[in-house]
């Protein structure tokens, strides 16, 4: 039984502007809100050199910093920590060489806190030479 008789059934759609219309405006309002941040840094890689090995043995002092945060001075540890004791250690090893070298050679996962500690106990005993060692990536035939 067909109860309305001369009202025709209307199709059904969906109308897809208002619905554009709040996405729109969703959208809008994540753009204004969103806080873009900077980040200070560069995308570096270290530490790897094809340098030749320096042939002036008699003025290097050896710096060790391993992955545990310790300090050897000539493969003797120092004080972690101690900056005094570190300027101390290094200037005893530099005693009698002229123009003394601080060569720092630290495990990639070391702290670069210790590096910098390190270099400031070389400015403290008046070693103006600090360098780091790396390890050479070249295939041993090269």
Known sequence: MNFRRGRSREELEINLIPLIDVLLVILIFLMVTTTYSKTAGLDITLPS????????????????????????????????????????????????????????????????QSSIDVMQAAQKAGIAGVSFATQSDAAPGR
Not at 54 to 81: C, F, P
Not at 96 to 106: L, M
Request: charged share 25%.
């Open 49 to 112: 050199a094809d340098a030749s090995a320096s042939e002036q043995k008699d003025r290097e002092i050896n710096v060790l910093i391993t992955a545990r945060g310790d300090i050897l001075v000539n493969r003797e540890q120092v004080a972690a920590g101690n900056a005094d004791a570190l300027a101390t250690a290094i200037a005893t090893a530099a005693a009698g060489k002229q123009e003394p070298v601080v060569i720092i050679s630290s495990d990639k996962d070391a702290r670069l």
